[in-house]
Every structure is written in C-alpha cells, then in structure tokens.
C-alpha cells in the first residue's frame, strides 16, 4: 500500500514536471515588415531580439523585396525586438517590448511587428571663412522650397555642425542665421 502511494506520488510529480517544462517550450514566429513610402534598401536593415537583460537572442536582415522579417521563438518570456539600420535612417518605432507568454501575446497570435521609415538624416557645416570649423550657436533651418515655412530648426554645435533628422527625399533649401553675423553661403 505504501509502495503503491509512493509510486503515485512518483508519478503525479513526474506528470507535473512534464507539463510546466512543456509549457516553457514553444515554437512561434515573431514576424513584422519595416515600411517605408520612399525606396529605401531593406537589406540593409537589421531586426535583432534581446532578452530584457540586453542579451542579443537572434538577428535577421529584413527581405530585400517587402521588409519582411521573422525571428522564432522557443521561449516564454520578456525581450525586446529592436530595428539596427543604418546610420541615420530614423523609424518608429526603434524599439518594441514582447511579453511572450504562448497565449497573448502578438507573435503567438500572429500579429505583425511594423517599424516605419520615418526619414534620413541631413547634415551639414556652417564655416567660417576660410577654415574647416565654423561658430556654434547659428540658426539653421530647413524648409521644403518654396513653401517659406520652417520644417525644421536646429543650432550649430561647436565647430559649426547641424544635423536635421526624418527628412523624407524631397526639395528642400537650408537657411542659416544669426543675430550678429553675415552669413553668405550655406551647403550640404
Ligand atoms: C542593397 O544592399 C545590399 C547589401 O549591401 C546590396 O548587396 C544590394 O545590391 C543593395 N540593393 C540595391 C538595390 O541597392
């Protein structure tokens, strides 16, 4: 009777052990597309997953022709889908968390992960004349031409540099300024 007991007890536990281990395991794909309006090279783009610790877990590039990516899953838990493009190309959103729980969660229900082109970055120098450095602190404003309305402003740092970001391919002039200074010419 005791060894019958025990035996059960054996198996109740093994019986429970194989269902939480199961329940950890599973398999599903966290997939999305990066989008964007203008061409841009999607091959480029790098979709990577980190544990919420910041360990990277899985990297894919996005397909060449539509942006689409799929990363599998074969645990439960909390990471991070990241979007690694390159330099200056802005999107949102940068980052999404996942709660990967095998019931609610986006991936397990076969949802899509988008991230969306939201522009590239436009950089510049103001100089002074003659040198390879100009003055911080001038106004610099970016505007679609002709509209006469500023899409942007920023400040030159020290040096001279500026850097507008989201700029979707387009016409557009830069116009610079300052309260003391005569500024004659300004390019990309
Ligand atoms: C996109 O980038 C990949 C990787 O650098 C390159 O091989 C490919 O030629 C590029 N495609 C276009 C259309 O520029």
Known sequence: MMVAVLQLAAAVS???????????DIVVGCGGFVKSEV????SLIEIKLYTKQGTLKYQTDCAPNNGYFMIPLYDKGDFVLK???????????????????????????????????????????VLSRNQNLGPGGVQVALRRTGSGVNFQTTVTQTGGKFAFYKVLPGDYE??????????????L
């Open 14 to 24: 093994a019986l429970c052990w194989g269902w939480s281990r199961g329940s950890d």
């Open 39 to 42: 061409d841009i090279n999607y």
């Open 83 to 125: 979007i690694e493009p390159p330099l200056g190309w802005s999107f949102e959103p940068t980052s999404v968390p996942l709660h990967v729980d095998g019931v609610n969660d986006i991936c397990t229900k076969g949802g899509d992960v988008n991230f969306v082109f939201t522009g590239f970055m436009v950089n510049g120098k």
């Open 174 to 187: 830069i116009i610079a300024s300052h309260q003391n200074w005569v500024l004659k010419e300004v390019f």
